[in-house]
């Protein structure tokens, strides 16, 4: 009998997602390349790009006429640590 | 046992009980970045072990070496000291379900939980002589529960083949050995050796994690 699971990702993992896209592209990056990097819709990525600018992990700038997001250093402390929490669960099994 | 090699055991307790509490806090750190129901239950068991560890260690120092009371005493004390063993031992088969479920829950498999019901009737069907500081009973049951997180460990190996997956996977299969020696202290004339290589693989298994812990500090992201 087989299952299919549906997997959620927390919202801790959707954020390191995104600030992991954006430091993939040098710390800064347009809304579309962050949105193809962390598999979300436009929609959901603007609403956690808000979230995200809200907790000071990262702050929009203009370049012209496109909108940019980097990665500010707080946001890349919290990749940092995400990446190592990641390392740690997976070394017990545990997917974050 | 002579003092002096009390004193060395001792003091391996109370480096397993100190990475204990360091593991636990990095879980604790890991739960609280990422909500993981998996790190906060990996939180609580290693938190309640090292706890578990260090009341034995206490337990130990005052009882044994302090006061010395032995097995042959008639002392009033070793009520306090079998009540001792039991909290240490409940301590650890707490902390030992716990590394259980999480991998459970991971494994999200079916039919595993009859494993509880499997260590409790082995415990009950193992015959009960109370040692000093160890029983058998328990002890046997902690080998069931660590048996079990040890070949979800391997599996997590086999599917992750990482050096941290490795540590983890030899950090428990130490601990599940140190089990067996402390379960081998029922035979009289082991007692010593078995004690002493108990703790010493105990140490081993957590200085195993201690190593993947660091391993796992050093890691480093690409700077924007």
Known sequence: ?96 | MSLDWRLVTLLMELVSSLISFIVGYYALKGYRASGSRGLFLLYTGFMVLGMGIFLRLIAVTYFAVILGVHEASQSQLLGLVNLTVWIYSLTQLTAYTLFAVTYILQARSIGKQNIAAVAVSAAVTFPFSARLFFNPSLELVAVTFLGVVTVYSFMNLLLKRGSDAALVFSGFGFMMLSHVFFLLEVFRNLSTLSLFLGQLTQLAGFVCLLIMLARVSKTDVPRA
């Open chain 1, 1 to 96: 009998m087989s299952q299919e699971h549906k997997e959620y990702r927390s919202k801790a993992r959707i954020y390191a997602d995104i600030l992991n896209s954006i430091l993939k592209h040098g710390g800064k990056s347009g809304p579309t390349r962050i949105l193809y990097g962390a598999n979300l819709s436009y929609d959901r990525l603007m609403k956690h790009l808000n979230q995200l600018i809200e907790l000071g992990l990262v702050q929009e700038e203009k370049e012209g006429d496109e909108v940019v997001y980097k990665l500010t250093d707080k946001g890349r402390t919290f990749v940092l640590e995400f990446v190592k929490v990641e390392k740690f669960a997976e070394a017990f099994g545990i997917t974050i």
